[in-house]
């Protein structure tokens, strides 16, 4: 019965170990404690919802024969769906497109949704699941629990706690995306002979608890196959002005991250990344300003370890040039800290916009040009990369030393080529790789991000090949970089070599090499240090152990007041980070630091 609706249901639990009943005792128990679900076919379950500052309603349609599913939500001023027909998954996100769903861990999670729907535990042969004990665990009151972990065939593994005297399922443990989902089911009630738990809590990690509890539950007769099947998209709420077929704006390129100008509700040009990792932002700042109220406190994640909190709110408008959208669903959300690129960030602009033209960013000229669909035409646009969905991220399989991966496309990124440490990890890339140094390399809605950097290997995109980019092997012990779920991540770094090219309609990426490629290519810091601007000039926020700031006697929150004579406050810092990458070894920078009087950094290659 446990129900992933987008991003909304997350959660994370705790833990002993003893002695507990076998498998075969515990699931003989718990199928006899349930009721009569011999010959049932179909289940609609309805929900009131009440968490994360908001109320709405959700729905299950559950198929118990095949293992297909249609899950809804109506949740404060978002709406969207999810299914599984028992061979595909798709998702309806709130802003209204429906998408076929393959990437990350979408499919293993439906496929241990409907397992645990249609109840398959109970079969002798677990519905072809691998089921082990882990003993005993205890709840944070101290109630001692049998705990199961079960792994479906084709699904993601999850831990069954069941009550040793009611032999009642009492939660389930899951990792999904990057955070452990647990859901405590109670109050359980007959409804047609079988006991379904009238009261369900998830609990995201961050104790921010998301309550359900049952309004309506129906068996009935099977349903077509096309009930749970990916419903057909109708969205009309986009245009470019005067009938137009394509718009075209500059774009400026700092910290290898897109920034534009975008108008919100009809106000003054507002400064925007542009992120096809992410979603429609704006910062609680540019809320206030335009006066645009929030509900809820929802958890969000990406790079880095932490958590972050968001509100949600509905836009009129959000306008790129002459393109145009309309009503959208949006978070408010802190997502860069400050002074951590160097530019005020006002909100972002991602899939929402994307998905409804076909979208071009020229990292040659920088420009992004958005095309209405019915008129692109794919002839110059370079090399096709076929790409599939992991929510709204666009994934694509390729390669990374002839070893096959998934790849996402992130524009957000600052980075070249991130790999996943759980990639790492399966194929024992760390102990393969010699030279590099360890530094902090990102800063996302999670905090910093530190990674092992080094020349890389090959790395394929389908038909492009880029040889030995800039490489970066995650540190993180939470957020994407550390998930197995996540794919690798292809940034700004590695994307600047291209006009890159996004049909979302057509799930295609177009990579086309431009002339005069940018200067820092595959360049890293020369400076060992990692500095963010403050009032008083730049803080540095981290030293590499054994880099040319450590050498110089400079340490973690020294603050930098001047340099090579000119005053902190006359330099731009994403300027100054790539003068910083690409000055030549040997040169000597002066630095005016707050309590140390001057210091002599000599700039050299860590990688």
């Given at each position: 019965m446990s129900k992933t609706f987008a991003a909304l249901l997350l959660s994370s639990a705790l833990t002993t170990s003893a002695l507990a009943a076998s498998p075969e005792d515990i699931l003989a128990a718990n199928k006899a404690a349930m009721g009569n679900w011999n010959g049932k076919k179909t289940l609609k379950v309805e929900y009131a919802y009440s968490g994360q500052g908001l109320t709405g309603t959700t729905s299950s349609l559950e198929d118990?024969?095949?293992g297909a599913f249609v899950d809804t939500y109506n949740i404060g001023p978002t709406s969207g769906a999810s299914g599984f027909d028992g061979a595909k998954a798709w998702e309806k996100e709130s802003s209204g497109t429906v998408t076929d769903q393959s990437g990350g861990d979408v499919v293993q999670l439906a496929i241990s949704e409907a397992y645990q729907d249609r109840n398959l535990w109970w079969r002798a042969d677990r519905g072809g699941a691998a089921v082990e004990s882990l003993g005993q665990k205890a709840d944070k009151d101290g109630k001692a629990y049998d705990v199961l972990k079960v792994t479906p065939?084709?699904?993601?593994?999850?831990?069954?706690?069941?009550?040793?005297?009611?032999?009642?399922?009492?939660?389930?443990?899951?990792?999904?995306?990057?955070?452990?989902?647990?859901?405590?089911?109670?109050?359980?009630?007959?409804?047609?002979?079988?006991?379904?738990?009238?009261?369900?809590?998830?609990?995201?990690?961050?104790?921010?608890?998301?309550?359900f509890t049952l309004t309506s539950a129906k068996f009935s007769a099977p349903l077509p196959v096309s009930a749970y099947r990916k419903p057909a998209e109708d969205i009309h709420d986009f245009s470019i002005a005067n009938g137009a077929?394509?718009?075209?704006?500059?774009?400026?390129?700092?910290?290898?991250?897109?920034?534009a100008d975008v108008?919100?509700?009809?106000?003054?040009?507002l400064n925007f990344i542009f992120d096809t990792g992410g979603h429609s932002i704006v910062t609680p700042e540019t809320a206030k300003a335009l006066g645009i109220a929030s509900q809820g406190n929802l958890t969000s994640s990406g790079g880095g370890d932490q958590l972050a909190t968001s509100g949600v709110t509905t836009l009129k408008t959000i306008r790129v040039g002459d393109a145009t959208i309309t009503d959208q669903t949006a978070s408010v959300l802190t997502f860069q800290a400050k002074g951590v690129e160097g530019t005020d960030e006002q909100g972002m602009v991602g899939y929402e916009f994307f998905a409804r033209f076909v979208t071009r960013f020229d990292y040659g000229q920088h420009t992004i040009t958005f095309i209405d669909k019915k008129y692109f035409d794919p002839k110059y646009a370079g090399t096709p990369v076929p790409m599939r969905l992991y929510h709204q991220f666009p994934e694509i399989l390729g390669s990374y030393d002839g070893i096959p991966g998934r790849f996402g496309i992130d524009t957000g990124s600052r980075m070249p080529l991130e790999l996943n440490a759980a990639f790492v990890a399966k194929n024992n890339l760390r102990a393969k790789v010699t030279g590099g140094a360890e530094a902090m390399t990102g800063w996302g809605v999670g905090g910093p991000s530190r990674s092992f950097v080094f020349k890389g290997g090959t790395l394929k995109l389908a038909g492009v090949t880029i040889e030995h980019p800039?490489?970066?092997?995650?540190?993180?012990k939470g957020g994407a970089g550390a998930a197995e779920a996540f794919p690798n991540n292809v940034g700004g770094g590695v994307l600047k070599r291209f006009v890159v090219t996004f049909d979302y309609g057509h799930s295609t990426m177009y990579l086309k090499p431009f002339e005069g490629l940018h200067s820092d290519i595959d360049t890293f810091d020369r400076s060992g240090m990692w500095i963010n601007a403050v009032p008083e000039?730049?803080?540095?926020?981290?030293i590499t152990k054994g880099g040319p700031a450590e050498a110089a006697g400079l340490a973690k929150d020294d603050i930098i007041t001047a340099i090579d004579g000119k005053a902190s406050a006359d330099f731009f810092l994403p300027d100054l980070r790539e003068e910083w990458r690409n000055w030549k070894p040997g040169t000597i920078v002066k630095l005016s630091v707050k309590g140390k009087g001057d210091v002599k950094v000599t700039l050299r290659d860590l990688i």
């Open positions: 118990l024969q095949i065939d084709g699904g993601t593994a999850l831990e069954a706690w069941f009550d040793p005297t009611t032999h009642l399922l009492h939660q389930t443990v899951e990792i999904q995306s990057t955070q452990t989902i647990s859901t405590v089911y109670s109050d359980y009630a007959p409804v047609d002979g079988a006991l379904i738990p009238k009261t369900f809590v998830v609990d995201d990690g961050s104790h921010n608890l998301q309550t077929h394509e718009t075209t704006v500059p774009f400026r390129l700092l910290n290898n991250h897109i920034y108008s919100v509700n009809g106000s003054k040009p800039l490489t970066m092997i995650s540190l993180d000039g730049f803080k540095v926020i981290d």
